[in-house]
């Protein structure tokens, strides 16, 4: 069995918080920071800082030291993390953090998409079964909950293989939680598994991790520098 940290990260937070992140980031993230409107650009800023000190804490560098290296389509590590495999994301006020040893992960954290978005999506790019599941509630709010899993589910398998999202839509992600992923078609090669992961309300998240072994998420809070 592998362990996931999963670190839960609230964006909201003093300015004082993102003027120290600031000066953890690469010229990269700065630049990318820069363009962003104001509100973006502090979580965004957050997040980053959020993300440069829990893995430099892993690895034993200094957080603004740490070089990240990308694949072919972006996904990050940390270029002297050893065998330490990361994953992040952010939707507004919260953000989620995925640390594991010696096995590829994926995160998404999502909120809660509207009930008519939701169904017309899941209509249009999910498998049959899936959009299904998701149009067949007479709560509106249900649907969305239902089509906000599926898309976390589906967005974390694409970040554990590295793939596109696109990659994605021919593949089943539903059923109850945990998940094995036997066949991830276009996205790679090899069997994943992936779970739910409990997020406070109007959020979803959900981690995936190479591999046919079992998974197991500690939920961790990170309280700031």
Not at 121 to 144: C, G, I, K, Q
Not at 176 to 189: E, F, H, M, N, T
Request: some cysteine; proline content about 8%; glycine content about 10%.
């Amino acid at each position: 069995m592998t362990e996931i940290a999963l670190w839960l990260i609230d964006t909201r937070r003093p300015a004082s918080c993102a003027a120290e992140s600031w000066q953890l980031l690469d010229s990269g993230e700065r630049a990318r920071a820069a363009r962003m409107p104001p509100v973006a650009r502090e979580r965004f800023t957050v997040v980053r800082g959020a993300v440069r000190q829990l893995v430099a804490g892993r690895i034993g560098v200094r957080p603004a030291e740490l070089v990240w290296r990308y694949g072919p389509h972006g996904k990050p590590e940390p270029e002297r993390g050893g065998a330490l495999r990361v994953s992040w994301s952010a939707s507004e006020a919260l953000a989620v953090l995925a640390l594991a040893e010696g096995r590829s992960v994926g995160v998404d954290v999502e909120r809660l998409h509207a009930p008519r978005t939701a169904e017309r999506m899941a209509a249009r790019w999910f498998p049959s079964e899936e959009a299904r599941f998701v149009a067949e509630p007479v709560d509106p709010a249900e649907r969305a909950a239902r089509f906000t899993m599926l898309w976390c589910r589906r967005e974390a398998c694409v970040k554990a293989y590295g793939g596109r999202l696109g990659q994605s839509f021919g593949v089943s992600v539903g059923g109850p939680s945990p998940v094995p992923v036997a066949d991830p078609g276009a996205l790679g090669a090899g069997p994943s598994r992936l779970c739910d992961v409990p997020v406070a309300e109007p959020f979803r998240a959900a981690v995936a991790a190479l591999g046919e072994s079992p998974i197991h998420v500690n939920s961790l809070v990170w309280k700031g520098s």
